[in-house]
């Protein structure tokens, strides 16, 4: 290796500042450690309370064998880890904050490439995000979903069985106590969600971004296979930082394409939309939302995978995983270079789906066209999304009355009053919910349903809101309508009993109001109190709107690794 190492401008020589940092960092490691060998740091988001990255110690542990074995000097440093389940008011909050940190501890310490271990929803977004703006060879190892859950025959899947579950209970079709026993039932091991949520479509788009080997999307936690794929990451990330292959060079337009037609491919997470979109103006590249609807709109439906099928993460790795499905598309996918050196489209085994009940072909997929559509129109100037691979086909074009809750405080306080006026036919609003006035975007779009409708047997409403969803939900939900309400949007201007129309096919919502009616309203924002202080202070300032990607404005683009000046 040479003396131009990155990390050579604080180990190199015999000055006094190289003296300090050597001299803390030996304990055991040897004088050959700092002659100029790559220093790789290991982004770790193990922790106790993302239980869905328990296992990435482990994980850690053989990429330093592989870095070690390469000529390299393997260095963990935990980063801020975003448990999906647990953090209040919901983790989307904390997404560039962890992506901030992960930017700054990179930029700010002597490494010489980069090792994202991601695995639960919004930690692989936030590693990929904060490592791309430092832009150092980079390469991204995901954890895995994991095995199957089943409950009395059935594949019980993470987040879509919860859905599915309470959803019997509120209709009163289930005892409590059955909903209990069903907890462990569905979490059976190590590993993220085992449905196409956000967790699993990540780690798809991670790989069909070209950010990790091929092979890593979907490989179970608990799988040998994946400690295989760890240690060869430990020796190629050395091998890139030889070669100076960075993000700038993998995470172009092209790349991102191939990451929208996967997502469509696979049927999933609508919150891939706000990622890619952050992912997008964080390294420069022209790519709006349109460009997703567009991309993934020819795509057929490949994967039947809960949430948009039946299902789940497990079945899909035996039946070939994200290689089968990647085989199907490939005339349609980009040549875009991936972590390996080599483009996307050649690193496809070309073997075929092992279980077409699982992945389907290019020529009998489930669907022809997928793909997340992209509404526009007078209640959504700035766009809105739908899955429509998980609502239901007859009401993509519905015309029905607005009932509207104002926040989410509304919304519990009165879906289960049975004198709420609320048809199955009716559109449920719900506002208040978007970056800036939740805070944070959370994932109550899917609202559960009124039990009278439930009673009736209806399990489908159409719901819109400025809200997200969870990537294991389903259902005709409109989501990320922008503007949001706290910064304006038409959302606000929304009374009940006002008439909406829904027109996937031909990409519209809109308020059947006119134009003066709405002039004279005044609109209701349904957001929180503001805060004065503290981390809130700045995201609530700070946060763009949804068709942006929902991120911080003063953290797009990229700032390079230099740093001027010295500590000492
Ligand atoms: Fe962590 Fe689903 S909650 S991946
Ligand atoms: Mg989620």
Redesign the pocket.
């Known amino acids: 290796m040479s003396g131009t190492a990155r990390s050579q401008q604080w180990y190199a020589g015999d000055s006094r500042d190289a003296f300090i940092h050597r001299a803390w960092m030996r304990r055991g490691l040897p004088d050959h450690a700092f002659d100029g060998r790559p220093q790789i740091v290991i982004c770790n988001t193990w922790s106790d309370l ?1 239980p ?1 990255n328990s296992h990435f110690r482990e994980i850690a542990e053989h990429v330093k064998r592989g870095v070690w074995e390469s000529g390299g000097v393997p260095l963990e440093l935990p980063v801020p880890s975003l ?3 647990l953090l209040r008011p919901t983790a989307m909050f904390f997404r560039d904050l962890a992506a901030m940190v992960v930017e700054e501890l990179i930029r700010a310490n002597p490494v010489d490439g980069v090792v994202l271990l991601g ?3 919004k930690t692989v977004p936030s590693l990929l995000l904060g490592a791309a703006s430092v832009d150092l060879p980079t390469l991204m190892v995901t954890g895995g979903p994991m095995l199957n859950g089943s409950w009395q025959g059935r594949p019980l899947g ?2 879509t069985g919860v859905w599915e579950l309470s959803e019997e209970v509120r209709a009163g079709r289930m005892p409590r106590s059955d909903l209990r026993r069903a907890e462990s039932a569905m979490i059976r091991s190590r590993g ?2 085992n449905t196409m ?3 699993s479509t990540m780690a798809c788009v991670a790989e069909a971004l070209g950010m990790t080997l091929p092979g890593n999307a979907g490989l179970p936690a608990p799988d040998s296979r994946l400690l295989e794929l760890s240690h060869a990451a430990g020796n190629r990330i050395v091998e890139m930082v030889g070669e100076d292959l960075r993000p700038s060079a993998v995470l172009t337009r092209e790349a991102l394409l191939n990451a929208v037609r996967v997502v469509a491919a696979v049927g999933g997470s609508t919150n891939a939309v706000v990622h890619l979109l952050a992912l997008a103006r964080r390294v420069g590249v022209d790519f709006a939302l349109e460009d997703i609807d567009r991309a993934g709109r020819d795509i057929p439906l490949l994967a039947d995978v809960q949430p948009a099928g039946a299902h789940l993460m497990e079945d899909f790795h035996r039946a070939g995983g994200l290689d089968a499905v990647l085989g199907q598309i490939k005339d349609r996918l980009e040549p875009a270079v991936t972590v390996s050196g080599r483009p996307l489209t050649d690193q496809i085994s070309g073997h075929p789906s092992a279980d077409l009940t699982v992945i389907r072909t290019a020529d009998e997929p489930i669907a022809r066209h997928a793909g997340l559509a992209v509404l526009r129109g007078n209640l959504c100037p700035d766009g809105a999304v739908i899955k429509p691979a998980a609502a239901t086909p007859e009401l993509l074009r519905h015309r029905g009355r607005a009932v509207v809750f104002d926040g989410i405080e509304d919304f519990h306080a009165r879906i289960d009053d049975p004198g709420l006026d609320v048809e199955p036919s009716d559109v449920l609003v719900l506002r208040g919910c978007g970056p800036r006035g939740y805070p944070g975007m959370p994932e109550v779009g899917n609202m559960p349903l009124p039990p009278k409708v439930l009673r009736a047997g209806v399990r489908d409403m159409v719901r819109i809101s400025d809200a997200r969803m969870s990537g294991t939900a389903f259902g005709t939900v409109v989501l990320h309508i922008a503007p949001e309400s706290a910064a304006g949007g038409p959302l606000g201007l929304v009374r009940s009993g006002d008439w909406i129309e829904l027109d996937v096919e031909r990409r519209v919502l809109r308020l059947d109001v006119p134009e003066e009616e709405l002039a004279a309203r005044q609109p209701v924002t349904a957001a929180a109190p503001p805060a004065e202080s503290g981390w809130e202070h700045i995201y609530r300032a700070h946060v763009e709107q949804a068709d942006r990607g929902a991120g911080l404005d003063f953290l797009a683009g990229t700032r390079g690794s230099f740093v001027a000046r010295e500590s000492h």
């Open positions: 993302t869905c448990g999906e389940t695995g639960c929803d993470c987040g993220h969600c949520g956000t967790a």
